[in-house]
């Protein structure tokens, strides 16, 4: 077994979303998978209600077919939309639409890490789907939504910290759900049971991960009320 990372600020300051650096090489121990998903087991979760499903996969073919699901998504979100300069699209992903050559590299590099892992997806030991067996909430806001993503997401992350204080990597791969209907076929999900996303799990290739920058909290931080004096 993994030796365990106990430092939990180091854990929470350098978990980071992993593409390149997964060893595609090293198999991944499926009781390191079920140790992780037990810890992640709790986490918060709406109105005290177990409704998260998930599924391991890695088998060939079952990754095979996942993989071509992907490289569509990525052609019909990503790659399309950008050559056809989509204006959603185009001001949320281009590089170039980012301001300052630093943050300009800074999204190449995401860009080219997500073809990366679009490219190899079949190469990464076990690719682990979080699905919620919730009704599909009718508004993105309000209503039932909150409760919907605010027990799938909250179980996902505390399984991505579990894998990385375990010297995993992972990733929360959304997108993948733009096919959500043919994922759950492969799956073989039950009725009412959907993805939301995919997390592939492997172990990185080096431990030696840092805090990513990020906007210093007087930007993202009011007291009482945000006001009128907000960036």
């Given at each position: 077994?993994?030796?365990?990372?106990?430092?939990?600020?180091?854990?929470?300051?350098?978990?980071?979303?992993?593409?390149?650096?997964?060893?595609?090489?090293?198999?991944?121990?499926?009781?390191?998978?079920?140790?992780?998903?037990?810890?992640?087991?709790?986490?918060?979760?709406?109105?005290?209600q177990e409704d998260w499903r998930f599924v391991a996969v890695t088998d060939a073919a079952?990754?095979?077919?996942?993989?071509?699901?992907?490289?569509?998504?990525?052609?019909?979100?990503?790659?399309?939309?950008?050559?056809?300069?989509?204006?959603?699209?185009?001001?949320?992903?281009?590089?170039?639409?980012?301001?300052?050559?630093?943050?300009?590299?800074?999204?190449?590099?995401?860009?080219?890490?997500?073809?990366?892992?679009?490219?190899?997806?079949?190469?990464?030991?076990?690719?682990?789907?979080?699905?919620?067996?919730?009704?599909?909430?009718?508004?993105?806001?309000?209503?039932?939504?909150?409760?919907?993503?605010?027990?799938?997401?909250?179980?996902?992350?505390?399984?991505?910290?579990?894998?990385?204080?375990?010297?995993?990597?992972?990733?929360m791969a959304t997108a993948v759900v733009f096919h959500a209907e043919r994922l759950s076929e492969i799956l073989a999900l039950p009725e009412g049971?959907?993805?939301?996303?995919?997390?592939?799990?492997?172990?990185?290739?080096?431990?030696?991960?840092?805090?990513?920058?990020?906007?210093?909290?007087?930007?993202?931080?009011?007291?009482?009320?945000?006001?009128?004096?907000?960036?």
């Open positions: 077994m993994p030796k365990v990372i106990a430092d939990i600020d180091e854990v929470l300051t350098t978990t980071r979303s992993v593409r390149r650096k997964l060893d595609f090489d090293r198999p991944v121990e499926p009781e390191v998978i079920e140790e992780c998903l037990a810890l992640a087991q709790q986490a918060t979760m709406g109105s005290n079952q990754k095979a077919a996942i993989g071509e699901i992907y490289r569509d998504t990525w052609l019909q979100t990503v790659e399309i939309p950008l050559r056809e300069r989509r204006p959603a699209t185009v001001a949320r992903l281009d590089p170039g639409e980012r301001g300052g050559d630093a943050a300009r590299a800074r999204q190449q590099r995401i860009l080219d890490s997500v073809k990366y892992l679009v490219d190899n997806i079949e190469r990464v030991p076990v690719l682990v789907f979080a699905c919620s067996a919730k009704p599909v909430p009718r508004t993105v806001l309000g209503d039932a939504a909150s409760g919907y993503y605010g027990s799938i997401i909250p179980i996902t992350w505390s399984f991505q910290l579990a894998l990385r204080s375990r010297g995993l990597g992972s990733v049971t959907h993805p939301i996303t995919m997390v592939p799990v492997a172990y990185t290739k080096t431990l030696d991960f840092k805090r990513a920058p990020r906007r210093p909290l007087n930007e993202i931080l009011r007291w009482e009320r945000w006001g009128s004096d907000a960036a």
